[in-house]
């Protein structure tokens, strides 16, 4: 028997603690999981479920008006009810939940539903009792961060944003990543005048140069107001309302504020910074490729690693800490390599492997593709939106480096083009594929002509 109450006690109850939870357990580890907020992490919670479906919501406005192209006749027009939202993600929330809860009562996992403190390389507090852990596994993940300006306590983090009592007329964002265009475009879509405020030239920093300003051309035909290089100066409050200060001098009244600013590790108060171990310079834990700290015994993955911060990221790092350590079969360590992503603004935007500019500074001599064209659906619709794909191509061996999207259901197209990339096809196995007609994602197997060298 083992000296300690179990083999791997998880902290934090997120997509990956759960993963790494069940499939040790599986192997016949004793498993326990700590958590003291919800289950499914920010993902299920506050992140890509219900951010999903806000966007789904918001496509509607879009859809209504395609619809009179195509002979329908709305009875009147349509209202957007923000509660009717806000309630039903509630409920689907909750549904999610139990299913986690189940799923870890299926796997024989002991859930403790506290916050764990780390006392030593074995044992960790949990309300006031010390329980022992051969190995601890730290799963909890990001928290929002606000930057410190005058009137900061009036905005909103991306924990809050989904669930406001009352629907923002006007609604801004601070911020350049993921987060902040998917909202600025959301609230747009459910009617609201929405501004993002970013102090660069151009959001999404990292991606692909030509897809970021396709992107912000889209947006901005759209409707969304983008102000690039200025910042918040300070926020005061406007009756109801707030007075946005920006740092270039312009002032704007808005209904609502959402920092999305960024996450860090949600570490405060996990006892972690009392044993010393080793961080990376952002903050974040620094471990080895089998998922060990800097005190071996002490694991952890997912966000709080400075990895990329995405769901499937995190369970496949899961996946591969449980080999490592509860196995007689250790993995290779993981592929960081052709991650394929996607961004849920409107248009959205899928991508896999290299940005042509990265492409460029590592093969030197690279081919470009680019489609950018009216989708058919909009030669009935109306709609001025584009649709933008592009594929990169190392010179010497043809291989695809890099596949890029804005449009209609960029990621789902995304997911099979990753595949491919992944695998390290040429672009004549692109080429010689059939492309299945008629359809926008065709054309990643019918572009034939070089746009650049």
């Known amino acids: 028997m083992s000296q300690y109450d179990y083999d791997l006690f998880v902290i934090g109850a997120g997509s990956g603690g759960v993963r790494a939870a069940r499939t040790a357990a599986a192997t016949g580890a004793r498993v326990a999981v700590a958590e003291d907020r919800y289950l499914g992490g920010t993902c299920v919670n506050v992140g890509c479920v219900p951010k999903k479906l806000y966007s789904y919501a918001a496509h509607f406005h879009d859809a209504f008006d395609d619809s009179a192209g195509f002979g329908w006749t709305l009875p009147e027009a349509p209202r957007f009810d923000w509660a009717?939202?806000?309630?039903?993600?509630?409920?689907?929330?909750?549904?999610?939940?139990?299913?986690?809860?189940?799923?870890?009562?299926?796997?024989?996992?002991?859930?403790?539903?506290?916050?764990?403190?780390?006392?030593?390389?074995?044992?960790?507090?949990?309300?006031?009792?010390?329980?022992?852990?051969?190995?601890?596994?730290?799963?909890v993940g990001?928290?929002?961060?606000?930057?410190?300006?005058?009137?900061?306590?009036?905005?909103?983090?991306?924990?809050?944003?989904f669930d406001l009592d009352t629907f923002p007329e006007r609604f801004l964002v601070l911020g350049g990543g993921y987060i902040a265009v998917e909202f600025a475009s959301i609230f747009n879509g459910l009617g609201s005048e929405a501004h993002?405020?970013?102090?660069?030239?151009?959001?999404?920093?990292?991606?692909?140069?030509?897809?970021?300003?396709?992107?912000?051309?889209?947006?901005?035909?759209?409707?969304?107001?983008?102000?690039?290089?200025?910042?918040?100066?300070?926020?005061?409050?406007?009756?109801?309302?707030?007075?946005?200060t920006l740092t270039n001098g312009e002032v704007l009244e808005v209904d609502a504020i959402l920092a999305a600013t960024g996450r860090k590790p949600h570490l405060q108060g996990l006892g972690l910074d009392q044993l010393d171990i080793a961080l990376n310079d952002d903050g974040t834990l620094k471990v080895n490729e089998r998922y060990e700290t800097s005190v071996p015994s002490i694991l952890a993955l997912g966000d709080v690693t400075g990895g990329p911060e995405l769901t499937p990221v995190a369970l496949a790092e899961a996946m591969h800490m449980v080999q490592h350590h509860f196995s007689d079969a250790p993995p290779r360590p993981l592929n960081y390599q052709n991650i394929a992503t996607a961004v849920f603004c409107h248009p959205n935007i899928g991508t896999v492997g290299l940005s042509e500019e990265d492409a460029r500074e590592q093969y030197g001599a690279v081919r470009v593709y680019c489609a950018d064209f009216r989708p058919m659906k909009h030669t009935l619709s109306g709609s001025d939106e584009r649709c933008l794909m592009k594929l990169i191509v190392d010179d010497e061996s043809d291989k695809v480096v890099g596949a890029h999207m804005v449009g209609e259901e960029a990621g789902e197209v995304i997911q099979g083009i990753a595949i491919a990339v992944r695998a390290g096809l040429s672009k004549q196995d692109f080429d010689a594929t059939v492309g299945i007609h008629p359809t926008g994602a065709e054309e990643f197997v019918t572009m034939r002509s070089v746009t650049r060298r």
């Open 84 to 139: 009717t939202l806000r309630d039903n993600k509630i409920t689907e929330i909750k549904r999610l939940n139990g299913i986690y809860g189940r799923l870890l009562e299926g796997a024989d996992v002991t859930l403790i539903n506290a916050r764990a403190k780390v006392l030593d390389g074995h044992h960790v507090d949990v309300d006031g009792k010390t329980v022992s852990a051969e190995k601890i596994l730290v799963a």
């Open 142 to 161: 990001g928290w929002p961060w606000v930057p410190d300006f005058p009137g900061n306590e009036h905005v909103l983090d991306s924990n809050r944003v």
């Open 196 to 244: 993002l405020i970013y102090r660069g030239d151009l959001f999404l920093r990292g991606f692909d140069r030509e897809v970021r300003e396709f992107t912000r051309d889209e947006m901005a035909k759209k409707g969304v107001k983008l102000h690039f290089e200025t910042n918040i100066q300070r926020i005061d409050p406007a009756g109801d309302a707030y007075r946005v």
